[in-house]
């Protein structure tokens, strides 16, 4: 199978931003004198959007409490937009592979669970100008990966059919939602999750390093 696009989540896949976001997480808890979490521990916390995660990091008594994760989230949002950048960086080799797929005229796209906003700025600075025909976070309205509905109308937009698409991801949302939209499901394994997570949700083919999903993958325009 030939496939004509790529789609990638952002936060594990494309870019190692773990510590950023714990380190906001860490500041939103301690302004409430809530106990913190080791950077690791965000592995699993992450990947369902910020409002999942500040539901998963709270203590259950706040958590159960819309309005207080509501509170949570914004202060969380406000900390983040101020260091989203500090450690935050492309993963080796990643912007060499898109580089490589832009060669061959392969249309690329971002959908992730992170609010919109610091979606689009940390493409914007950590990516080459217009790399991307499209970047989608997580917007009002707009269902959540794994819900497909995201990415099948990144894949209309860029004129292709379903199975034309591959979809790189670090976790189980990220192969539920490749498999929910019949795009075929690559798992990386430099992200935040492990190898049997990615296989046991869906992945057809597992990356060690993004130079191999041109080795994998055949692609034609």
């Known amino acids: ?37 080791e950077v690791s521990k965000y592995r699993y916390f992450v990947g369902n959007g910020s409002s999942k995660l500040i539901e998963r990091i709270l203590p259950p008594e706040q958590a159960a ?25 492309s993963y080796k080799g990643i912007v060499e592979m898109l580089r490589q797929l832009r060669e061959k005229e392969i249309p690329l796209a971002v959908c992730t669970n992170k609010h919109m906003d610091a979606a689009m700025t940390i493409v914007k600075v950590l990516f080459e100008p217009d790399i991307f025909c499209e970047v989608l976070g997580d917007r009002p309205g707009q269902p959540r990966k794994p819900d497909p509905t995201a990415v099948l109308g990144i894949a209309r937009r860029m004129g292709v059919q379903p199975q034309e698409v591959a979809y790189l991801g670090d976790s189980m949302v990220d192969m539920q939602t490749a498999v929910n939209a019949g795009f075929l499901p690559v798992g990386v394994l430099w992200g935040f999750r492990e190898k049997d997570e990615l296989v046991e949700n869906g992945a057809k083919i597992l990356l060690e390093k993004p130079a191999e999903l041109l080795e994998k993958v055949e692609f034609c325009k």
Request: no cysteine.
């Open 1 to 37: 199978m030939q496939y004509k696009a790529v789609i990638f989540d952002l936060d594990g896949t494309l870019i190692d931003s773990l510590e950023d976001l714990a380190d906001s997480a860490n500041a939103m808890l301690e302004t409430y004198g809530y106990p913190v979490y």
């Open 65 to 89: 409490s819309k309005s207080f994760v509501d509170e949570a989230l914004r202060k969380y949002k406000a900390i983040y937009e101020e260091r989203f950048l500090e450690k935050t960086r």
